[in-house]
């Protein structure tokens, strides 16, 4: 029997303000336990909330770049439910009338593109945390991050792998990153994913019973969490059982999903509307002027570097995934690299360092203009390819701690300057040839492949600093005589 | 005369001509507290250090800031004990809340500082504010001071006491439903609940936030608009506070009322209601005529369902509202032996028997499966119930009906039929369901001496006219001048 699982992805996204988006108090993550809170975000007797306006510009912005119609009236609502971290024990949320509504994203699996709907994004309060190790017979709780704005972002049961999963939160995360509402990150949890998982047979139009998972923090676990959950889900249909609607859990250390309650366990939240806060009402000046401000977007870039730069897809693709790496690549371009130069060494040699430094693009010091510099010299001839990786290593080296770098210094410190001194390649390749004899033998009797050994021997003995094209000229030169 | 017997405007006048000083005047409600209190009970802290301090604060105050602009220049007030005072004892009367101090202060205390007020203490109410009758709280009962024997009416039963006993000068109270007018009517004394939206909330410990109201309990209506005039005003911290234009409340005050529309209810003279009561309106309604206001019979059809609807919507909103008081974080906490014995405990044992009731009907209402026939139907029947107000005060200037259907009753009467008691509140509770604002000024007194109330009810944001109304009535009638024998 052939099944297909059905996927819609429930996000958290923590927004990027500077304040929590009821009171003033500030957003910094990793300050001492409780230093972050006033009377409004501990809940106090007699406080209100008031809306942080910055708050609602980045859901307008997420929402628009995420082809959302956006709510001209919209609100708040509680969601009720006790414990210690949420101190008033509500938290204000949105139902009924979400700020966005009806939007999709653009993934892309096999080279065919997939629309993904989006049902809605509502904005809330983050929960504060509950601390129990360490602490004897007590619990604590941190309210920090009680009242850190958050962004739900709720998909449409569109997605059918959990490959398309992750392609879906990647692009998501990409283009949150792009609108600098939130950093993405998923271990520290400032962007949480909840799926709703069910599985039907192929063809069957009724959707089965589905089941909530929880609790997978990278991408590749949301990966793994979806491929055991499909794969159980079958099992106990395959054996005659039924899947009952609950809420479970993924265990990375097991590498499998454990019921945490079930649909009777399941809480009432007793939703009603916000009566602390007026309805939002928006005008379209606002939203046009957000509209306006907004940066181009991963997909537009993607194209936009295909057509202009001439580079593949492909390439376009990997650069336009972060808004940082899309601009080193094209501030060298503009520096005079050539597109599908600066391409190659940012995905191949620059990633692999940065990869190895276990390092984000944001933290990489080395400039585009220290790239630019180094592929002159290789245009120029002054260093070769293969050396050029070596200096490139360097330059990334020293970018850790100063700013003063020229690939010229390291070529001339490290003596890299590549030998084009016909004289002096010359009378290195005479010296090698006399030393062999045999092969020279051989080469003259019609086994032309020995050249490349030939070549390797030179590069040897110039440590790789010949010229390869000068060296390949007057080895063929010699050896015809 | 004592000093104590001053009202808020004359208070001021004395003190503005030097023939009073601000200390004279406050340890002259001390020594009536002093007197009076143990048998009245009105207040839970009585101020007394606190209270000093102010008076030296507020004298320095004069080195930097002009005398006229400070509006409450060394008037002692009483403040309802739900409504926060940084660094003095909040407990809404609740067992909860019992040690509780706010860190802050709430924006109309705020306002009453600098405007150089004299706090002198903390009143009783119904805990959170749930009651008519002022013996829900979880401390004492306070007695009406015309009657001993009988309750103040409630909630702000402590502040209307402490006004009519002459245990400050003014106080403020506030209104979800009647707990400023319907106390103020029985307390005989005068009591505001502006247009939701006029006073800033925040500090107010919410009961029901989309009908919450601070406003004055006075013993004139020329002391109500002075203190309205402080305390009004939008509050970038209550985002349900409306910018409205500020305006001077005592302004219209003395303008005559001839040719003023009245609209008379017949919703609100219903059987069973009390006849002293009804005779005393009615008698208060052709007073006014005779000032040339002319009455017009006009129908509010939805009042019937007033007290149902804010039944469902008050207690939605309460169960939400208390659900902070979970032991967590403040006030009183009784261990338990894991997280949810502990909420169980503490709420059981913090939280009275009225408290709970409410919490329930609440969480009720707004359960999934219920919701749609309690807490949507409400929200539907209170727009209908607005609607009415919009379509009389197309007719007609301000309302006038009775505050309450009975003068105050005897403690204990209604303690143990909660229907009885909320039926209190039937001729207030619809105001505050529509959100416009209304006045109870004394309009006469039954056989035996009980205060008799008369509501004024006005247009949203309409509160100038409805104090001229009330401002003629008074004047022209010696109601406001009689003081219960203590």
């Not at chain 1, 585009?368 to 260093?383: A, D, Q, R, W, Y």
Request: neutral net charge; hydrophobic residues 35%.
């Amino acid at each position: 029997m052939e099944y297909e699982a059905v996927i819609g992805l429930e996000v958290h996204a923590q927004m990027l303000t500077e304040t929590k988006i009821f009171c003033g108090c500030s957003t910094k993550f990793g300050a001492e336990p409780n230093t972050q809170t006033c009377p409004v975000c501990i809940g106090m007797p007699g406080v209100l909330p008031v809306l942080n306006k910055k708050a609602l510009e980045f859901a307008i912005k997420t929402g628009i770049s995420l082809n959302c119609s956006i709510s001209r009236y919209s609100r708040f609502a509680r969601k009720n439910y006790f414990y210690p971290d949420l101190p008033k024990g509500y938290q204000i949320s949105q139902y009924e009338l979400p700020i966005c509504e009806n939007g999709y994203i653009e993934i892309i699996i096999d080279g065919i593109t997939k629309k993904i709907g989006i049902t809605r994004i509502h904005m809330e309060e983050d929960a504060g945390k509950n601390i129990h190790e360490g602490t004897g017979d007590y619990s604590f709780v941190d309210l920090n991050r009680a009242g850190v704005p958050l962004m739900e972002i709720v998909s449409e049961p569109d997605i059918r792998t959990p490959q398309e999963a992750v392609e879906y939160l990647k692009k998501l995360r990409t283009i949150l990153r792009y609108l600098d509402v939130c950093d993405g990150n998923m271990e520290q949890g400032s962007l949480r994913c909840d799926a709703n998982i069910s599985i039907r047979k192929k063809g069957q139009k009724e959707l089965g019973v589905k089941v909530e998972l929880k609790n997978m923090n990278s991408f590749k676990f949301v990966e793994k969490a979806l491929d055991y959950e499909i794969k159980r889900q079958i099992r106990v249909l395959e054996e005659g059982g039924n899947i009952i609607q609950e809420t479970r859990l993924w265990d990375s250390t097991l590498g499998i999903t454990e019921s945490m309650r079930s649909k009777e366990e399941a809480h009432d939240y007793r939703y009603f509307p916000e009566p602390d806060l007026v309805p939002i009402v928006i005008d379209d000046k606002w939203i046009d002027e957000i509209r306006e401000s907004l940066p181009e977007l991963p997909d537009k870039k993607r194209e936009r570097f295909v057509s202009f730069y001439g580079i593949s897809e492909n390439d376009a693709n990997f650069l336009t995934s972060e808004k940082s790496i899309a601009n080193w690549f094209e501030e060298a371009v503009m520096l005079g690299g050539k597109p599908k130069i600066v391409a190659n060494w940012i995905k191949g040699d620059l990633m692999k360092l940065l990869n190895a430094d276990d390092k984000s693009f944001e933290d990489c010091k080395l400039k585009p203009s220290h790239l630019v510099e180094m592929l002159k010299f290789i245009e120029n001839g002054t260093i070769s390819g293969k050396i050029a990786k070596v200096v490139f290593e360097e330059m990334y080296r020293i970018s850790e701690v100063s700013q003063e770098i020229t690939a010229e210094k390291i070529i001339r410190d490290k003596g890299l300057l590549q030998i084009s001194d016909e004289v002096e390649i010359e009378k290195i390749i005479d010296e090698i040839l006399s030393k062999s004899k045999k092969e020279v033998d051989r080469y003259k009797a019609g086994e032309d492949k020995l050249l490349g050994y030939f070549v390797g021997q030179v590069m040897k003995a110039t440590k790789g600093k010949a010229n390869p094209q000068i060296v390949n000229e007057l080895l063929k030169k010699k050896l015809s005589i | 005369m004592n000093l104590y017997n001053l009202t808020l405007s004359e208070a001021k006048d004395r003190i503005k001509k030097r023939e009073i000083s601000v200390k004279e005047l406050v340890m002259s409600f001390f020594e009536r507290i002093e007197n009076v209190e143990k048998e009245i009970s009105a207040f839970i802290t009585v101020t007394y250090e606190k209270a000093l301090e102010m008076v030296e604060s507020t004298e320095k105050m004069l080195n930097n800031v002009d005398h006229s602009t400070l509006y409450l220049y060394g008037i002692p007030l009483a403040i309802k004990d739900n409504i926060c005072t940084k660094g003095i004892k909040t407990t809404c009367a609740s067992k909860i809340l019992h040690n509780f101090v706010p860190p802050y202060e709430s924006t109309v205390t705020s306002k009453l500082i600098q405007n150089g007020y004299i706090l002198l203490g903390k009143t009783n109410l119904d805990e959170f504010a749930m009651g008519s009758s002022t013996e829900n709280s979880g401390f004492h009962v306070t007695k009406n001071p015309w009657d001993k024997e009988r309750i103040p009416g409630g909630s702000s039963g402590g502040s209307a006491a402490a006004v009519s006993a002459d245990e400050c000068i003014a106080a403020l109270g506030s209104d979800t439903g009647g707990s400023i007018r319907q106390p103020a009517s029985l307390c005989g004394v005068v009591g505001v609940k502006p247009t939701y939206g006029r006073v800033s909330r925040f500090g107010l410990v919410a009961f029901a936030s989309s009908l919450d109201q601070i406003g004055p309990i006075t013993k004139n209506v020329m002391d109500s608009a002075i203190l309205l005039n402080v305390i009004s005003g939008h509050d970038p911290k209550d985002s349900t506070s409306v910018p409205w234009e500020q305006e001077d409340f005592t302004k219209l005050l003395g303008q005559e009322i001839k040719g003023i529309k009245i609209g008379v209810p017949k919703e609100f003279f219903i059987e069973g209601m009390d006849k002293e009561v009804e005779l005393a309106v009615k008698d208060a309604i052709r007073h006014l005529e005779s000032l040339g206001a002319i009455i017009i019979d006009v129908s509010l059809p939805h009042t019937e369902y007033a007290v149902a609807t804010y039944y469902i919507i008050a207690t939605s909103e309460a169960s939400s509202n208390l659900a902070r008081y979970d032991g967590v974080k403040y006030g009183l906490r009784v261990n338990g032996k894991d997280l949810l014995d502990m909420y169980m405990k503490t709420r059981a044992m913090g939280f009275g028997k009225e408290v709970k009731r409410r919490i329930m009907l609440g969480t009720y209402s707004l359960s999934s499966g219920y919701y749609e026939a309690y807490y949507r139907k409400a929200q539907q029947v209170r727009t209908l119930i607005k609607k009415d107000f919009d379509d009389v005060f197309k007719q007609v200037d301000v309302i006038v009906t009775p505050t309450s259907p009975t003068p105050a009753f005897k403690i204990g009467e209604r303690i143990e039929n909660p229907l009885q008691m909320y039926l209190s509140d039937i001729f207030t509770i619809s105001v505050n369901l529509a959100g416009v604002p209304g006045i109870s000024i004394p309009c006469g007194f039954t056989s035996n001496n009980l205060p008799i109330g008369l509501q004024i009810i006005g247009k949203h944001f309409d509160e100038k006219n409805i104090l001229k109304v009330a401002y003629a009535y008074e004047q022209s009638t010696e109601w406001h001048k009689k003081k219960p024998l203590i």
